[in-house]
DNA sequence: AATGGTGTAAATCTAAAAATTACAGGAGGT
DNA sequence: ACCTCCTGTAATTTTTAGATTTACACCATT
C-alpha cells in the first residue's frame, strides 16, 4: 500500500549497472551485497525491469545492462515496471462499512473521487523525474562528500 | 509506508459528524459499526482530530461535533492530524545498503533529493482537497444512486 | 560435462497495523 | 449519591503484507 522499498531498490541496482554495466558482469549476487537486499528478491526486480524492457539480462551466463536512455526512464516508469498498479494501492481505505448506513454504503465512491486526483498528480510527479536526474545527483553527491 | 486506512476512517467519520453531529450522540461505538472499524481505533482517531482543533468531543458523557468550515479541513491536515510525518513514510527505502560499495554508501542522499520534490508535490495535492469537496461529492453520490 | 548464472515456486520469518481486552475516570440522569 | 454510558489509554494478541530463505529446473559459456 506505499511506493514499495523494491522501488528505490530498482533505482540502486539501475544506477549500480549504469556505473558499472560495461565494466564488471552485473549479477544478482553483486546487486545483493550492494543493496543489501536478498538475490531473490533482487533478481524478480530485475526481472520486472526487463520485462519493461529498461534493461537486458543475459541469461545463462548473467551480466545486466541498460536498454534505454537515462532521460527515457522515469520513475513513474519504474513503479509501473514493479508493481502495475501501484497507485491504486497508495492510499488505504477501510475495507467493511456497513451497506446499512447510507454513508458507508458510499464512502467508497467517495473517496474514489478525491484519491483519483490524488493519485493522478502523484503520477504526473513521478514522470517529472528521470534517471537521469538521479544520475545527476548521484554524481554530484558522489563529488561532495569524497 | 502509505496513507493509512486511519485516513479513510477519519474522512468516514467527519462525514457522519457532518451529517447526524445536531441531531444524534456520535459516540465510537456508533462510528464503529458505520466503518467497521474497532471502537478502541475509532477513538484513537478521533482523539487525533480532536487534538488538531478539527473536531469537539463531550468528555464523559460522549457524542462529536465539527469544530471547523469544511473549507477550513483540508485532506492534507486529516492525514496530519493521524499520522504527523505520513510524508516522510510514504515512499520505503531499503534499509541496509553496504556502505562499503560507492552506491550503497550515498544512494539515502540520492534517494532524497528526488523523494523530498515528490513528498512536497503529494502534500500539495492533498492540501487541494477539502472536507467540503468531500462533502459535495457524497451529497452528489447520494443523489445519484438513491 | 562443469561452472556460474537466471527464473520461479513454496514455505518460513518478520514487522507493522489493527483488533481485542481491560480498566480508570468524567458527566448526566434518576 | 449512585448508576449508566461514554472517553482515553495501556498492554496483549491477532492479522496481514513484505521480505527472506530454501530449493530446484534450466540456460550459456568454458
Redesign the pocket.
Known amino acids: 500500500?506505499?511506493i514499495?522499498?523494491?522501488c528505490s531498490v530498482a533505482i540502486h541496482c539501475l544506477i549500480f549497472v549504469f556505473e558499472y554495466g560495461d565494466t564488471q558482469?552485473v549479477?544478482?549476487?553483486l546487486l545483493s551485497l550492494s543493496t543489501?537486499?536478498?538475490?531473490?528478491?533482487i533478481?524478480?526486480i530485475?526481472?520486472s525491469l526487463?520485462k519493461d524492457g529498461i534493461i537486458s539480462?543475459?541469461?545463462?551466463?548473467?551480466g545486466?545492462t541498460l536498454n534505454c536512455l537515462p532521460n527515457e526512464i522515469t520513475l513513474y516508469r519504474i513503479c509501473k515496471a514493479i508493481e502495475p498498479n501501484f497507485a491504486s494501492?497508495l492510499i488505504?481505505v477501510h475495507p467493511l462499512p456497513s451497506p446499512l448506513c447510507p454513508i458507508g454504503k458510499n464512502i467508497h465512491k467517495v473517496l474514489d473521487c478525491s484519491y483519483q486526483k490524488i493519485s493522478n498528480d502523484l503520477c504526473e510527479s513521478l514522470k517529472n523525474i528521470t534517471f537521469e536526474n538521479i544520475i545527476s545527483d548521484y554524481h554530484k553527491i558522489q563529488h561532495d562528500y569524497k
Not at 543489501?36 to 528478491?41: C, K
Open positions: 500500500m506505499h514499495s522499498t523494491k558482469k549479477t544478482s549476487d543489501g537486499i536478498n538475490p531473490v528478491t533478481r524478480k530485475i526481472s526487463k539480462v543475459k541469461f545463462g551466463t548473467g545486466t494501492k488505504g
